[in-house]
């Protein structure tokens, strides 16, 4: 009778370790749903804009909004990006988004085209490396006003073409707002950038 109890114990405690693994696992891969990148992430700037990152993140943090302007005669694209999830870099480890997320929901102003290229990790998800996967979307111009969009991640096509590779979600590195283009006084305003 006791190798039964002392069995059944065991089990109970194989179980109870088990069940709590699946359960951080599970937290782990929904924990960036409805997470608003403007309010939690930095946010990093390269090419000709007036603001430097430390300008960018300063509004962000005071008025809760991404806010980039191209400079007089610019030359080069301009490049504003952020992770998923918050890293000491640009080039962090990548995001296990879970099966439940379905679309990107940005509210913005911009006076051109932008492109967001959702840049995917490694093949070893270790790292966002520079050159990697970029499956894209064009983010329209709305100028007058803050417009809010839902991207559906099945619309993420690798180099924007309709027939590209899609997005695969469970190696989401960071998200790349690209002017490739930029003319002077071209501007980019984000309010929110929420995974849902």
Request: glycine letters at 8%; charged letters at 20%.
């Amino acid at each position: 009778m006791k190798n039964k109890t002392l069995a059944f114990l065991s089990f109970f405690l194989f179980l109870t370790v088990w069940f709590g693994i699946l359960g951080f696992a599970a937290i782990e891969k929904t924990s960036n749903s409805g997470l608003d990148l403007v309010k939690t992430s930095t946010w990093y700037i390269a090419g000709p804009a007036l603001e430097n990152q430390e300008t960018i993140n300063r509004i962000r943090k005071e008025k809760g909004i991404v806010k980039v302007t191209a400079k007089d005669n610019p030359i080069g694209e301009i490049e504003l990006n952020v992770m998923i999830t918050e890293a000491d870099s640009n080039d962090g480890a990548p995001t296990n988004l879970s099966e439940n997320s379905k679309y990107l929901s940005i509210t913005y102003k911009s006076s051109h085209l932008i492109k967001i290229q959702a840049r995917e990790g490694n093949a070893e998800g270790t790292g966002c490396i520079h050159g990697g996967s970029h499956p894209r979307v064009d983010l329209p111009v709305s100028a007058k006003k803050f417009t809010t969009i839902k991207i559906p991640w099945t619309d993420f096509k690798q180099d924007g073409d309709p027939n590209g590779k899609t997005l695969n979600i469970h190696n989401l590195c960071k998200f790349n707002f690209v002017n490739y283009n930029p003319v002077s006084g071209a501007s980019l305003e984000i309010k929110s950038v929420v995974i849902e």
